[in-house]
């Protein structure tokens, strides 16, 4: 058995970046639900999800409706941002749920995770390097793939805009509904 066969054969991560485009949302939903548990429903025109590809076989990367492979025992984790890079408007993926077809995933938790030297440019210097070293944390929205089989849910997302320069207030909570194929 090479290397290669072993490695599929492992349970494996799979990462999905969902970026927002938090202008087309603010201009598309301009009253936008406050409650969590009942979030606005938005087309595909606002986001684009990004996906590790460790299984192979990624359909429409870039785009609202990624799919891509996963196997049984595999972790998929959820992480979303703005277009900003949660620095002007900011985005919170919050959940992510069963709607029809086989039920693939076990439920999602939340997880962070702190870095005690992340890097981030310098200020002070001309081309930001060499990095400051500070604390950060990252956090994302995880299940391990339990079934085959294929699932359309529901991401659901908080967006926050900057308000006075300094503080992010709830703009409103959202949702959408990609699907998942499990071989």
């Given at each position: ?40 429903g938005i087309d595909h025109n606002s ?32 992480t979303g941002t703005s277009v900003y ?30 870095r005690n030297a992340a890097v981030q ?63």
């Amino acid at each position: 058995m090479n290397a290669t066969s072993t490695i599929l054969a492992s349970n494996l991560q799979i990462n999905v970046l969902v970026v927002i485009d938090t202008d087309y949302v603010k201009d598309h939903y301009p009253n936008p639900s406050k409650d969590p548990a009942r979030p606005t429903g938005i087309d595909h025109n606002s986001q684009f999800m990004i996906c590790t590809d460790p299984r192979g076989g990624i359909v429409n990367q870039g785009t609202a409706d990624l799919q891509f492979s996963a196997q049984p025992g595999d972790i998929v984790s959820f992480t979303g941002t703005s277009v900003y890079a949660n620095s002007d408007d900011a985005v919170i993926v919050y959940g992510i749920e069963y709607w029809k077809g086989d039920n693939v995933f076990n439920q999602f938790v939340p997880n962070l995770v702190r870095r005690n030297a992340a890097v981030q440019p310098d200020p002070n210097t001309k081309n930001g390097l060499p990095p400051l070293q500070v604390v950060q944390n990252f956090s994302s929205y995880d299940s391990k793939v339990k079934q085959s089989g294929t699932e359309n849910f529901y991401v659901y997302f908080a967006l926050y805009v900057l308000e006075g320069g300094e503080s992010q207030q709830l703009y409103g909570y959202f949702y959408w509904d990609p699907a998942i194929t499990v071989k």
